[in-house]
């Protein structure tokens, strides 16, 4: 097979990177894709160029990391053309189309990787629309790029290592925080600790993370339900009330609430690449069909990342230079031997400490059959459970698309990526069949919203 001449990333965090980093030490000058201002994706996102905090203080236990993956990206910067602050909002007839300062144009590949990276997944509550409420990844860049908290007094609440890892970061930057509510109960976890042992390294630091929180007096509840965030529509949040394991309502005075359930891999991208999916019963969520090394059902395109599979940023970069080697051996480009068996055994260790975290922090899946019906679902269109139930019941719309079209839920600003999967669990439960039967809503350009004064220009 030729040698492809045009490689196209997606994506400038640990997976981009890494992959960029291996094409080029083959002899190639791939493409680079990324909407953020800068590289170093969400996990590793650079601060401002005026600001001047140390690695330790902004990245904690992951600052040699993350320089080491920025000092990288500098190095490659005259060997890759670079296109920060772009949007991929469509892929159609071997093209990439983009957009950036108004100007539209598309990009043809041989090959395309792509890594889109995560959003939170996120489960809503009554009360979630209010001002003042937040995805964790939201509350993360607060701080990362603007040194700033969400609220002078803030509540997290959630699941997952991502949960305690932003509430340790406030408290290390001086914030509030008055209580870390989990969803998960102890008992999970317990259970989970064979795989979880797979990295014992990881395991310990998360450990001594929940530990460092402890110790800074904030309080920390497991196995709770949440029941609703206060407030009004003029003030905005004013507090959390859950219940604990035993049952016991809990309200906790805040003005700001970090949320998120884990991560769910951005796969819109590879949905419009016409990559077939399966439905993941671990996670409850449709992902990507990935084959080895990250290859997809359709040839020349690769996926890498979260954006494939939430690994955590480390196993990012594994799957970046996995996904490169890829699409050199695709390409009959030499490929050592040694370091590709040393990959895949590194990413089945990860694999293993994965399916640990799931069992550990799983989904609350059970929280969308208890939500009220007034409340909202859908943020964007604001759409109730309610509402959602009744297109279920009145109207038969038993399939996430069809309930789209009926009620708009998903069809906002965000096209689903946060009221996705709890709508489908609502729809599910509602309907009383599984929920991998309720489908998943169909990804549709542009991904992301483009202002209409967007010019179409010629093709790079």
């Known amino acids: 097979m030729a040698q492809p001449t045009r490689v196209i990333i997606i994506g400038a965090g640990p997976a981009g990177v890494r992959c960029a980093e291996t094409l080029v030490a083959a002899g190639l000058r791939p493409t680079v894709v990324d909407e953020n201002r800068r590289d170093g994706g969400q996990i590793y996102r650079r601060q401002p160029d005026n600001f001047t905090r140390p690695y330790t203080q902004l990245y904690g236990t992951e600052a040699a990391r993350a320089q080491s993956l920025h000092e990288s990206f500098d190095a490659l910067r005259d060997r890759i053309d670079y296109h920060p602050h772009t949007l991929a909002w469509n892929i159609a007839d071997q093209q990439v189309h983009v957009a950036r300062d108004g100007q539209a144009g598309a990009l043809p590949f041989d090959a395309l990787v792509i890594c889109a990276g995560a ?74 600790l064979p795989k979880l042992l797979a990295r014992p390294s990881v395991l310990i630091n998360g450990m001594a993370l929940v530990a460092r929180i402890r110790r800074a007096g904030v309080r920390v509840l497991t196995g709770i339900t949440p029941v609703e965030i206060t407030g009004d529509q003029d003030a905005g ?45 671990e996670t409850r969520q449709w992902l990507p069909d990935v084959r080895e090394d990250g290859r997809t059902s359709v040839p020349g395109v690769y996926l890498a990342g979260d954006g494939m599979r939430v690994l955590g940023a480390d196993a990012a970069e594994v799957a970046g230079r996995l996904a490169a080697m890829a699409v050199l051996k695709d390409f009959g480009l030499p490929v050592a031997g040694d370091a590709l068996q040393q990959l895949r055994a590194q990413q089945a260790t990860m694999e293993r400490f994965r399916q640990g975290l ?13 939500l009220p019906d007034e409340a909202i679902v859908c943020r964007c269109e604001a759409i109730t459970a309610g509402e959602l139930r009744r297109v279920v019941c009145d109207m038969g719309a038993r399939e996430a698309n069809r309930a789209k079209a009926f009620s708009r839920v998903g069809m906002g600003r965000c096209q ?16 009383g069949v599984p929920v991998e039967q309720v489908g998943r809503l169909r990804g549709q350009a542009p991904v992301k919203p483009l202002s209409i004064a967007v010019r179409q220009e010629k093709a790079a």
């Open 119 to 192: 959003t939170d997944r996120l489960m809503p509550v009554k009360g979630w629309q209010l001002a003042g409420t937040y995805s964790l990844g939201a509350a993360q860049i607060a701080l990362k790029s603007q040194a700033c908290a969400i609220g002078r007094q803030v509540v997290f609440m959630g699941t997952g290592p991502l949960l305690y890892l932003v509430a340790s970061q406030y408290i290390k930057a001086g914030a509030q925080v008055a209580a870390v509510l989990d969803t998960s109960p102890l008992a999970g976890r317990l259970a989970a």
């Open 237 to 281: 949040v004013q507090g959390v009330v859950v219940r604990d394991a035993r049952g016991v309502t809990h309200t906790f005075a805040c003005d700001a609430v970090g949320m998120g359930y884990h991560l769910r891999p951005e796969t819109q991208l590879a949905d419009l690449a016409h990559c077939d999916f399966r439905f993941d019963a």
């Open 358 to 370: 799931a069992q550990a922090f799983p989904w609350p899946a059970q929280q969308a059959a208890q």
């Open 416 to 431: 689903g990526r946060y009221c996705g999967h709890a709508g489908a669990e609502v729809i599910a439960c509602a309907a």
